[in-house]
């Protein structure tokens, strides 16, 4: 299974991604997380690893990057060989674009890290064509943190996805985005469920009058454990019971 995790800047996109790959590697799971986000560098505090190379600095930079992702995983073949549908395993992955946080592979697409440096189309494009073509064995899971919004389904990142699960946390721009993940999600093809994150009964009450509510898996309360490790720049290691229900809702699909 490949999960895209999506939905408004601040929702818990990062904070959710790494709970469910915690929780997914306890299940027996091997669990690849991707950062796709190439604006927040919070990703790495939160599984207690120092930040390292990406995968676009380990390609040599923006300049032709997707052309040298497939060049990376040709085996010696001339790119030049290699049609659209080339797969590669997480194992092909080079050891100097993944890091080992206690258990889980991150691999970081790319990040902005200057003034002036050019748009964030090559992240789009290496995450798109990294994840389009990556096989996936029935014991791995992929995690999928994107950046805040929808750019991503304007680059059709999710095409290479088996789910998408969109964050709301109480705020009339979640509801709104969720909407457009809804309908983007059913345009792409691929099945969309939401997560309320942040949220106590009241709160619900006043959600579901915006958000289809027969798509919400879990309702994840306001944890102060984990807003203070995420404050401190600490690894998250609260264990949140919601998070087991969402893992056993994508285990229950990948058996389907
Ligand atoms: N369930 C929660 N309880 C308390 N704080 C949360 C919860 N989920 C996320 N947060 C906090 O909300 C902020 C944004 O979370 P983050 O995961 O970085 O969002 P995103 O990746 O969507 O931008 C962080 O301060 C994080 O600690
Ligand atoms: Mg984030």
Redesign the pocket.
């Known amino acids: 299974m490949k999960i895209l995790i999506c939905?408004?800047?601040?929702?818990?996109?990062?904070?959710?991604?790494?709970l469910i790959a915690k929780n997914l590697k306890t299940m027996g799971y091997k669990v690849l997380l991707v950062d796709a986000?190439e604006s927040?560098f919070?990703?790495y505090g939160?599984l207690g690893i120092p930040p390292s190379a990406t995968l676009i600095e380990n390609l040599g930079g923006k300049k032709g990057a997707k052309k040298k992702l497939v060049a990376l995983f040709s085996n010696g073949k001339s790119p030049a060989l290699l049609t659209d549908d080339q797969k590669w395993k997480i194992r092909d992955i080079p050891d100097e674009s993944v890091t080992d946080a206690n258990g889980i592979k991150l691999l970081v697409i790319g990040k902005i890290h200057n003034f002036g440096e050019g748009c964030a189309c090559a992240m789009g494009f290496v995450s798109k064509t990294f994840l389009s073509n990556l096989d996936i064995g029935d014991d791995e899971m992929v995690i999928v943190?994107t950046e805040?919004g929808i750019e991503h389904f304007g680059r059709r990142v999710e095409e290479g996805c088996d789910m998408i699960l969109g964050?709301a946390?109480p705020s009339y721009e979640s509801f709104m985005l969720v909407k457009r993940i809804e309908e983007m999600g059913k345009k792409a093809g691929v099945p969309v469920s939401f997560i309320l994150?942040?949220v106590d009964e009241a709160v619900e009450g006043a959600m579901s009058k915006h958000i289809n509510m027969e798509k919400v898996i879990a309702r994840?309360?306001?944890?102060?454990s984990?807003?203070?490790?995420?404050?401190e720049g600490r690894e998250l290691k609260t264990n949140?019971p919601e998070i087991g229900h969402i893992c056993k809702f994508i285990e229950d699909i990948k058996k389907k």
Do not use: E, H, R, Y
């Not at 939905?7 to 790494?18: F, H, R």
């Not at 994840?220 to 102060?224: A, G, V, W």
């Open positions: 939905g408004k800047g601040g929702s818990g996109k990062s904070t959710i991604s790494v986000d927040n919070g990703l939160l943190d805040a964050i946390d994150n942040k994840i309360p306001k944890d102060n984990v807003f203070m490790d995420s404050l949140i």
